[in-house]
């Protein structure tokens, strides 16, 4: 047993050691594809990557399953430095981005990289913004909220799952300019998650939630929330068909939240054009159709330089907004 | 009324799904008990599989939740044997846990703790049965303004653990506190302490720091007294296996407060496993410990928090079945998976699919008594884990956490961050800090931080709205009468008697 003494320490360090390098071993690449979600397991960005992964595979565009790996941190800025400075050009890697993406870019938290510092790729799927009150709320339109708002703006509180400057937010901001006020008067409360914001609407802690249309699904059925609008160019069709659109209702905020996806900066216009033609294909497909339903998503279709344009000129649009609300010099 | 539920049990008796509810409650066990795969993870990572294998709706969520259950039930494995706890709602486990298996008493220790879960979860399930759609209701009463003060409450409750050295626990839950501040601040969206390092903007994960602070300072202090010539790890040759019935009568009470505790707080959005364990841990310490013994082993003190992450579990069901709110980080996730069968979790749910609502409900009874089945005879061969020499153990289940972190973060940083939260540890344990109040600062202060400045912003800098409602008034009352009548009752005692 005396022999176990020196030889424990010196197992327990190598051990230690080995785990370092255990971990660090898996980073090794392969010829897969792969696309990165920017969060933990679980949430938007994991489900914008199965999308693809899961389309991609069921309608035999690439042969071997897609590997989804996550890297949180940084609510997107980890995984954005890791694609400028480390994978820059792995022409079989893809990484999930959205609207709340594309925001972070123009208010500067995505470091010393820029919106154009990468390849935009495409987006697959859009969701809305809306604007949902309690069944009990006394506003029946959003121009009945609009008018109370203009008047009362400190009895009218309003939440989402995201901090002030998040998509989330923006939302409320672009709500509270169309009714000429500015969201710096705006009473704004911010929810880890829109689950929490809707239980805190549901128990009249706050008055409007600015959530997402797919999020309200289960809640419209029920009857205990009243979508006063939906934040989409148009109508949307099914259980969301009695919705207004704010524009018609003479308000012209609109917010759509694209998933999407982007690529490394060097990665050569050749991987880049075979990526942007499966993602064409894929979009174009029954069966993918299908899937973006099952995750209450509607469709978009924008891809390569079209949709780099769209990015870079939302970015643009966010930047100048935060200027406006002093979020950003 | 019950239609759904005789319904329900047909079809979670049938042989798929209970086949699934058994492969899910073994795999659950498992990743429960593997520190750095928590049920999240776990359901998040099996998810996909259970959607691709094309099964059907009910049977996808009752393999989920049967994962769910068993990660709760298996969280309290590495705490008992190794001082790490399994996941978020097992920390208090390790206050009793490990210096019961510490005494020899591994096998008992892990029989009990089966035993109070079973308990801790049935309660929480017959709870959800009768009165889901009342509770769901009182659920939603709790706004930012409630939930600071149930926070202040489980501060206050914390004081008993104050025992020994009331100062260094202050200390320890003032540090937790601050690390709990790191990362983009959830109000405005400043960066805190954050140095320009994107790697810290979401904060320091939980599993980062449960790792650190248990497991790397466990390998610190192993590699310390390996040089030293004092004997072996200090663990005596396991005793007995199995719990006696004379424990577990003991503890019925302890069980079936720290289950209706549990289940309460599992209700509630927003708070999980990790509040009910604590809040039961303390109660239960206030009201049964008599010779100051929690803490060294006590049983009714491993009974309580598992008897309450447990029920914990099943309570945060309520919300999600019955208003589609996630009432915790993983119920979110099966809510995504209710979304990709394209079945919208509310009242109606009963009505339109009372398979799936039914269907779960049953198989959480069902999936609660094979994990009773698999867990008591396998304590016994879980608890021969310890008799593995311990340079090999906790080394090993480093390395397991270091891929499990590295898996869920694809980042170094995660894992340099680890090494330095593990020196921390180490310190403050050389230091004589305990590390329960610490991780309970750093989960209840920034619950509590977060839900102060959201009923701060409602009220538009009102402080009175913190007192506002019956319910946080009921709070504040009961965390002041916490605080003050350890203090004041024997002086109160001592008076009467000297009059009589």
Redesign the interface.
């Known amino acids: ?1 005396k022999i ?3 030889l ?2 010196y ?3 190598l ?2 050691a ?3 390098l ?3 071993g ?2 090794a690449q392969s010829d897969a594809t792969e696309c ?1 979600a920017p969060a ?3 949430g938007g960005y ?2 914008t990557c ?1 999308l693809a992964a ?1 389309g991609l595979e069921k309608t035999g565009t690439i042969d071997k399953p897609m590997a989804v ?7 997107g ?2 995984a954005y ?2 694609v400028n400075g480390v994978r820059d050009d792995d022409p079989n890697l893809i990484v999930a981005a959205s609207t709340g993406a594309a925001v972070n870019l123009a ?1 500067g ?3 010393e990289y820029d919106a154009d510092d990468v390849r935009w790729l495409g987006a697959l799927g859009v969701d809305y913004g809306a604007i949902v009150v309690n069944a009990d709320a006394p506003w029946q339109s959003l121009d009945e909220l609009m008018e109370d708002l203009k008047d009362n703006p ?1 009895d009218i ?1 309003f ?1 989402a799952g995201g ?4 998509q989330d937010w923006m939302k409320a901001a672009l709500t509270a300019k169309a009714a000429d006020l500015s969201p710096r008067k705006l ?7 829109g ?2 914001a ?3 609407l ?5 008055q409007v939630f600015t959530g997402d249309l ?1 999020e309200l ?3 419209l ?2 009857g ?1 929330i009243r979508v006063l609008a939906s934040l989409s160019e148009e109508r949307m069709s099914g259980p969301y068909a009695d919705i207004p659109t704010a524009k018609e209702q003479g308000y012209d905020v609109q917010w759509p939240i694209w998933r999407g996806y982007y690529m490394g900066p060097n990665v050569s216009d050749e991987a880049y054009q075979k990526w942007v033609k499966r993602m064409k294909a894929l979009s174009e497909s029954q069966k993918f159709a299908e899937l973006r339903e ?3 998503l509607f469709p978009m279709s924008r891809f390569g330089n079209e949709f780099n344009d769209y990015v870079l000129e939302q970015v643009d649009q966010f930047e100048s907004l935060a200027k406006e609300v002093g979020l950003k010099q | 009324m019950f239609d759904f539920l005789i319904h329900g049990f047909d079809v979670a008796l049938s042989p798929l799904n209970i086949g699934l509810a058994v492969l899910g409650a073994l795999l659950g066990t498992l990743f429960g008990s593997l520190p750095g795969i928590g049920p ?2 776990g ?3 099996l ?2 599989l259970a959607y ?1 294998l094309g099964l059907p709706a009910e049977s996808a969520l009752i393999l989920l939740a049967a994962i769910y259950t068993g990660a709760e039930y298996g969280g309290r494995m590495s705490s008992i044997l190794l001082n790490v706890p399994g996941d978020a709602g097992a920390v208090m486990t390790t206050l009793d846990g490990h210096p019961l298996a510490k005494k020899g008493l591994a096998g008992p220790a892990l029989g009990l703790s089966a035993i109070s879960s079973f308990v801790g979860a049935t309660i929480a399930i017959i709870g959800l049965t009768l009165f889901a759609p009342l509770l769901a209701e009182v ?7 409630e939930f600071f003060a149930l926070m202040v409450f489980a501060f206050a409750s914390m004081s008993v653990m104050m025992g020994k050295d009331p100062i260094k626990t202050a200390i320890g839950a003032v540090l937790g506190v601050l690390i709990g501040t790191v990362g ?6 400043v960066l805190r302490y954050t140095f ?1 390092l ?5 904060g320091i ?1 939980f599993v980062v720091m449960i790792i650190g602070l248990f497991a790397i300072s466990e ?1 610190l202090l ?2 310390e007294h ?2 030293r ?1 004092d004997g ?1 790890d200090g663990l005596p040759p396991l005793g007995r296996v199995f719990v006696s019935l004379k424990e577990v009568v003991a503890c019925k009470w302890t069980m079936g407060r720290s289950g209706l505790i549990g289940f309460i707080i599992g209700i509630l ?2 708070t999980g496993a990790s509040v009910a364990g604590a809040v039961a841990y303390t109660t239960e310490k206030r009201l049964s410990d008599k010779d100051n013994s929690f803490g060294t082993g006590n049983m009714r003190g491993l009974a309580a928090p598992e008897a309450a992450n447990n029920a914990s579990a099943a309570g945060s069901f309520v ?1 999600m079945l019955t ?4 009432g915790s ?1 993983t119920t ?2 099966l ?2 998976a209710l ?4 079945i ?5 749910m009963f009505s339109e699919r009372p398979e799936v609502a039914g269907g779960l409900i049953a198989s959480l009874y069902i999936g609660n008594i094979v994990l009773l089945a698999l867990n008591l005879p396998l304590a016994g061969v879980f608890a021969r884990v310890l008799t593995i ?1 311990r ?2 153990l ?3 289940i ?2 397991l ?3 499990g ?11 340099y961050l680890m090494l330095i939260i593990g020196i921390f540890g180490y310190l403050l344990r050389k230091l004589g800090f305990s590390l329960a109040p610490v991780i309970l600062g750093y989960v209840l202060g920034g619950l509590m931080e ?1 839900n102060l400045r ?1 009923a701060l ?2 009220s ?1 800098g009102d402080l009175g709205i913190l007192w506002q409602s019956g319910i946080s008034l009921g709070l504040w009352i009961a965390a002041f009468a916490l605080l003050v009548l350890p203090w004041l009752l024997p002086k109160l005692l001592q008076a009467k008697t000297r009059k009589a």
């Open positions: 047993m176990n003494k020196g424990s320490t197992a327990s360090m051990m230690l080995g785990g370092i255990a971990a660090s898996v980073q990165i933990k397991p679980g994991d489900l199965r899961n790996s996550y890297m949180p941190g940084g609510i800025a980890v430095n890791h208010l938290k995505f470091g400190g509180a939440g901090t002030v400057g998040s009473k704004y409360v911010s929810f880890e998650g689950g929490e809707l239980a805190a549901l128990g009249n802690h706050i797919s699904q289960s809640q059925e029920s205990k099952d995750r209450g | 999240i993870n359901i998040a990572i998810m996909p691709t659920a939603v009463m709790f706004g930012p303004a983009v601040d959830s109000s405005t969206g320009d994107p790697e810290l903007y979401d994960d390998i192993m590699l390996a040089n010539k072996n959005p927003g919300p208003l589609g709110i996630p980080g979110a996730v809510l995504g979304m990709l069968y394209n919208t979790p509310g009242p109606m020499p340079w090999v906790v080394p090993g480093a390395i956490a270091f891929v972190v590295f898996q869920l973060h694809s980042n170094l940083a995660a894992i977060q959201r912003s409602i538009g």
